[in-house]
């Protein structure tokens, strides 16, 4: 699983750095949470390539979503064929399609726009999901968990002492079907696993104020990405505009138990004083702290 920040800009981008987005590979599938603008050129510089399978838009600020029809271009322009998913908050779908038809047409593939709530995943696979859940930030803003399934191991000794030999139905019982023993009795999968292992976790809230739910979405996460934007000066305006300071950022993550925090998502009043940023968020939280700029990469 890797984490690359393609764009750590908020509001506005700078010379140098560009607005909210974020890209992970999941077991190869290649996932962007927002899209800001001029993201298409940064996934190149960065090695992570605009060739995705999917967006998910948190929310539909111009710095978070601005991004997209160039990306939508870039493909076309690369010769895709296969679709391209965008989950957007079920209230943006017509938005999300006015934006990409309104600046490019129709493109030559898919482009398949799909409204998400907070009930269920935006997006599922055996290997992981994405789950959204509700954010005050705007009257449809989300944040985004993104977390692997949980693993269960199979326990050989525990199925040869309810007589199963080796051989395919030890493959059914991790498959998760039920077998029957040579005497005739159902052994079911729940018998030979052990209990489910929380699998890696990255949860990015999005651009908010901390809340309970964040605290809850971003329990024990591995990796947290957090926006703070502001730092203790500003907290009024932090506060005035939905926001969140560096310092408020790193009591999420003190309070979740997370075991990392990138904040990003930074003012460009900010830009050189990320070590600041960094500084007051580590007055509340001992563990790994970064401010994150363009290009910040890691692997979980």
């Given at each position: 699983?890797?984490?690359?920040?393609?764009?750590?800009?908020?509001?506005?981008?700078?010379?140098?750095?560009?607005?909210?987005c974020?890209?992970?590979?999941?077991?190869?599938?290649?996932?962007?949470?927002?899209?800001?603008?001029?993201?298409?050129?940064?996934?190149?510089?960065?090695?992570?390539?605009?060739?995705?399978?999917?967006?998910?838009?948190?929310?539909?600020?111009?710095?978070?979503?601005?991004?997209?029809?160039?990306?939508?271009?870039?493909?076309?322009?690369?010769g895709?064929?296969?679709?391209?998913?965008?989950?957007v908050?079920?209230?943006?779908?017509?938005?999300?399609?006015r934006?990409?038809?309104?600046?490019?047409?129709?493109?030559?593939?898919?482009?398949?726009?799909?409204?998400?709530?907070?009930?269920?995943?935006?997006?599922?696979?055996?290997?992981?999901?994405?789950?959204?859940?509700?954010?005050?930030?705007?009257?449809?803003?989300?944040?985004?968990?993104?977390?692997?399934?949980?693993?269960?191991?199979?326990?050989?000794?525990?199925?040869?002492?309810?007589?199963?030999?080796?051989g395919?139905?030890?493959?059914?019982?991790?498959?998760?079907?039920?077998?029957?023993?040579?005497?005739?009795?159902?052994?079911?999968?729940?018998?030979?696993?052990?209990?489910?292992?929380?699998?890696?976790?990255?949860?990015?809230p999005?651009?908010?104020?901390?809340?309970?739910?964040?605290?809850?979405?971003?329990?024990?996460?591995?990796?947290?990405?957090?926006?703070?934007?502001?730092?203790?000066?500003?907290?009024?305006?932090?506060?005035?505009?939905?926001?969140?300071?560096?310092?408020?950022?790193?009591?999420?993550?003190?309070?979740?138990?997370?075991?990392?925090?990138?904040?990003?998502?930074?003012?460009?009043?900010?830009?050189?004083?990320?070590?600041?940023?960094?500084?007051?968020?580590?007055?509340?939280?001992?563990?790994?702290i970064?401010?994150?700029?363009?290009?910040?990469?890691?692997?979980?």
């Open positions: 699983m890797r984490v690359t920040a393609v764009g750590t800009s908020g509001y506005l981008p700078t010379a140098q750095y560009g607005t909210s974020l890209y992970l590979n999941l077991f190869g599938d290649r996932i962007l949470l927002d899209c800001g603008e001029g993201s298409q050129q940064r996934l190149m510089r960065y090695d992570a390539s605009p060739n995705v399978d999917a967006i998910c838009v948190s929310h539909f600020h111009a710095d978070h979503t601005l991004g997209i029809p160039g990306v939508v271009q870039a493909l076309e322009m690369n895709r064929d296969r679709p391209l998913d965008i989950h908050p079920a209230g943006r779908v017509d938005r999300a399609t934006l990409v038809e309104g600046a490019y047409g129709q493109p030559s593939y898919p482009v398949e726009i799909h409204g998400y709530g907070s009930d269920e995943p935006a997006v599922e696979t055996p290997e992981y999901s994405i789950q959204p859940f509700e954010t005050p930030y705007t009257e449809h803003s989300h944040g985004l968990v993104v977390e692997e399934t949980p693993s269960r191991e199979f326990r050989v000794d525990r199925a040869r002492e309810l007589g199963i030999d080796p395919p139905k030890y493959g059914r019982l991790q498959r998760g079907q039920a077998v029957e023993t040579d005497d005739g009795r159902t052994i079911e999968p729940e018998a030979v696993l052990s209990e489910p292992t929380p699998g890696r976790k990255v949860v990015y999005g651009d908010t104020r901390p809340t309970p739910a964040v605290v809850e979405a971003a329990a024990d996460a591995s990796l947290l990405v957090y926006s703070a934007m502001f730092t203790d000066e500003l907290a009024e305006r932090a506060r005035s505009t939905g926001h969140s300071t560096a310092r408020e950022a790193g009591q999420v993550a003190a309070e979740a138990g997370v075991d990392r925090l990138w904040l990003t998502h930074i003012s460009p009043r900010h830009e050189g004083a990320e070590e600041q940023l960094e500084s007051q968020a580590g007055a509340v939280f001992d563990g790994d970064a401010a994150v700029r363009d290009g910040h990469t890691t692997e979980l």
